[in-house]
């Protein structure tokens, strides 16, 4: 089954321990994206490539950055991780045009220590 | 900007009772709506959807009516089991790159 991926499921880090979360689709969508969430609220967007071109929200902490080295893969690295930082975060995946529906992965638990 | 409203929660039912979780949108231009469903510790997933006025998405015997009329996206569903308790969250796609945009969500339990 086509489907995205998340690895690992649950992570856990020390504060300012530099960390990476990572993110597969074999949908071979356009668009991925990394969301963060917090206990009891929505998903709130961090950044999405479209292809090979990052698109950061205004108000995304530069302690996060994304990679995406081709269409399968994208990375959320988390430079120097502090206690506000613990949050689920989801990838989700999209094709170009259309309904604009994204397809969302099972989510990285951060705990960070 | 585009926004989504949807109502507080949590709301609790007893299994085979009838459940509506009101959800209202501003928008310019003609967005995309979206029910997503999020069990305990997963990820989201779609629901249903509406591309246009007056589209009905259905599935796993939830509804909602795109009505333009009201700006609304309400989710019914005619008769809750256990296994629906999770968290629902109505969103639409906005912004020049068609970002969805979510509401705050609404936790739902149904009690056997």
């Known amino acids: 089954d086509a489907m995205v991926i998340q690895n690992p499921r649950y992570q856990v880090t020390q504060f300012g321990k530099p960390v990476t979360l990572s993110c597969s689709q074999t949908?071979?969508?356009?668009?991925m994206y990394w969301y963060q969430q917090k206990s009891s609220q929505a998903p709130k967007l961090l950044f999405h490539y479209y292809d090979k071109d990052f698109n950061n929200e205004a108000d995304t902490p530069d302690n996060f950055q994304s990679r995406r080295p081709n269409t399968s893969f994208c990375f959320l690295d988390i430079r120097s991780p502090g206690l506000g930082d613990a949050a689920m975060y989801l990838c989700?995946?999209?094709?170009?045009?259309?309904?604009?529906?994204?397809?969302f992965g099972p989510g990285t638990r951060l705990t960070v220590t | 900007g585009d926004s989504v409203t949807q109502m507080e929660g949590p709301v609790t039912l007893s299994e085979e009772a009838f459940l509506t979780i009101n959800c209202t949108y501003t928008a310019t231009g003609y967005p995309s709506l979206f029910w997503y469903v999020q069990y305990p510790g997963e990820g989201l997933q779609l629901l249903l959807k509406?591309?246009?006025?007056?589209d009905k998405g259905s599935n796993k015997g939830f509804e909602a009516t795109y009505r333009k009329e009201t700006t609304s996206f309400h989710l019914e569903k005619g008769s809750v089991q256990v296994s629906d308790s999770a968290v629902y969250f109505c969103a639409l796609s906005g912004g020049s790159q068609g970002n969805l945009i979510f509401g705050k969500g609404t936790k739902l339990s149904v009690k056997p």
């Open positions: 989700a995946t999209a094709p170009a045009g259309g309904s604009y529906e994204q397809y």
């Open positions: 509406a591309t246009k006025a007056d």
């Open positions: 949908l071979n969508h356009n668009v």
